[in-house]
């Protein structure tokens, strides 16, 4: 299933043929005075290659104590993507030791989840990856649904599958945003928020708020698409690929970006999987691993789309991963806008969902019922499951268990963004102190999602 | 609580179980809901991680903790999710922990992954992982008091003020 | 520049309203982003809603250099030291926007991990309500504020 990563290829789509090896772009300019000693750095980088020992530096009595110093960054830091703080341990210029604390937001989510009812859940997961909250629900929603056994008919999974990949653009679109600000072009984080707004705005109307949502709830979805979603996605669709393309000819060849980019916070597939890091940051090492391509939910199998891989694992190739995910989502979007099939956005199963409206007019028993939904939730059997997906930043899980009752007994959530954390030590030994920002941008890590 | 009505994964899996419980006789193997699951007591979690890491579940993908206080004998269950990504498989371990000695053995040497998810559990549950590198509070100040997300710990709500402020008598 | 042929122009007015007219021209919002209403204020600062119309796009990322704090999202227990310390830190005259509805009381979390709204840790003057506010709830936030500020009310 799983092709072997070659370390000669650039950027690949699979399904694609491997483009030409390309040399390491040197920033600099030819007049050579401003080059800021990159070989070393890079040569430095490469060493790293490989090694799985995050704290292998013997401290050197050779260095002057004056040069080794503790930098604290964070937790109130207008790069560290929210309430992060870093413990960085600098020999000069090179990051020597990072130890990131954690915890500066946590919310107690998971003891919120026991006192609300299955129904009520989805309120509290969806505020935990706040730039993809519509992912949050649907792996909450996948899980108690799993548990209860019901059958989610086809068009509230293809309403899934369009939201949550319109959710994966508007946050990728956010990560290359930041990331681009926080190396320094500006002009993309202008950007990247532009397009945002439009499929915001999409989100809105169909949801009743531009985030934390509660769209996607246990037995299907909370409404039906408004009328004419279809002019709203096909001009997200028009307009979109219109504005990657800018952002190509901001950063794509820009010498500067990839000075900053290339050969920064490397992390190779085996740190990867003993780290449990998941998502682009995986893929950009090379590993076609897609949750959406090997354990398919809603649906998603029915659709055409490739797994974006890079080669090299860099701040570079998780950014070009991420460029290329947004086309491929914007192509699934554009499968579900041509096939969108009709009938329910819920499941008919009385025991989950509500009666229709005109019998609550009409029948005593069909009152009684919404009432006792909505306000005593549904029994889930006693059971315990995990479900995963592919989130924009790699695999959401939500470990749940039911003893019978109407709210869960325990949920948990399996955070991309918790692991992926854990691997910033090992991207950021041994580099240069400006590109600690670099390596967090290209994490993308969501403190909500991080602390819960 | 393991659904066993629920129809069973695919026979190719249960190969890997079969020679897993052969590895670690103590392990007892079964399904949940159409997942596999491995329950084991706690001395043997960290001989049965490694031989699961030699079959090929390359990614400790989760460990969290579920206290069943009031529900169970044992109050506490420790349950590690392993992922492999080269046979596409998952893989749940269960391993059932006693209130008055809440210990077992450290993930860490297997999968250096586990640091964070067990200082999560650590700070959460209490639980201490033996060979922890960095055994510490994670999510919570240093200084804190009590396991919050264990069942006999309060919520902590304070309760909503919505007119004026309550009489005091 | 005035010509010499011209009447003289000449503006009366006293020097509190002066004041006042400068920093409600000026005010310098210390990023102070927390959680999910932390998107939304870098939504009001960019290109579609465009903060700077009103003069505040200024976000400081030291609070050394701000005048309002926005607490965007959530503040735990853990995080309460640290927002008092950064607003210590923020030189007067200040002012706090509580942004959303866990900053102003806790909203939807009730528990033990959040401070139940942050006006136990620094004075607030103008809550914002939504769960996250939109822009535009942010925007009517900092101009209530201004308003505020040139009225006298809050003046410092």
Known sequence: MMAEPTATTDIWVSGTEAPEVSEWMVAGTDEGAQEMERDETVERSVEQRGSRVVDDWVVDDTVDDDERMIVNMGPQHPSTHGVLRLNIELEGEIVRRVKPIIGYLHTGMEKTAETLTFLQGGTNVTRMDYLAPLHNELCYSLATEKLLGVEIPPRAQAIRILMTELNRVSSHLVATATNGMDIGALSMMMYGFRERELILAFFEKTTGLRMNHNYIRPGGVAADLPDGWEEDVAEILERIPLAMRDYEDLLKENPIWLGRTRGVGIITVDECLAYGVTGPTLRAAGVPWDLRKSQPYSGIEAYEFDVVTGSRGDVYDRYRVRIGEMHQSLRIIEQVVDTMPRGDYKTADRKVSPPPRQRIDESMEALIHHFKIYTEGFKVPAGETYVAIEAPRGELGCYLVSDGSGAPLRMHTRAPSFSNLQALPIMMADSLVADTVACIASLDPVMGDVDR | ?169 | MAQLTSPPQILTTTLGKAMRWSQQQSMWPATFGLACCAIEMMATGTAHNDLARFGMEVFRASPRQADLMVVAGRVSQKMAPVLRQVYDQMADPKWVISMGACASTGGMFNNYALVQGVDQIVPVDVYVPGCPPGPQSLMHGILTLQDKVVSGELAR
């Open chain 2, 1 to 169: 609580m393991s659904g066993d009505s629920s129809p069973g994964p695919p026979a190719a899996a249960d190969e890997v179980l079969a020679s897993l419980s052969e590895a670690v006789p103590s392990a007892e193997a079964g399904h949940s809901v159409g997942d596999h699951v491995i329950r084991v007591p706690a001395e043997d979690l960290a001989r049965l991680a490694g031989a699961a890491r030699d079959h090929g579940f390359e990614m400790c993908s989760d460990i969290t903790v579920v206290d069943y206080l009031g529900k169970r004998r044992v109050r506490f269950e420790v349950v590690v999710n392993l992922l492999s990504v080269r046979h596409n498989r998952r893989l749940r371990i269960l391993v059932p922990v006693p209130e008055g000695d809440p210990e077992v053995p450290s993930l860490v040497p297997v999968y250096p992954g586990a640091n964070f998810l067990e200082r999560e559990a650590y700070d959460m549950f209490g639980i201490r992982f033996a060979g922890h590198p960095d055994l510490t509070r994670i999510l919570m100040p240093d200084d804190w008091m009590g396991h919050p997300l264990r069942r006999d710990f309060e919520v902590g709500a304070v309760p909503v003020q919505f007119k004026a402020s309550p009489r005091v008598t």
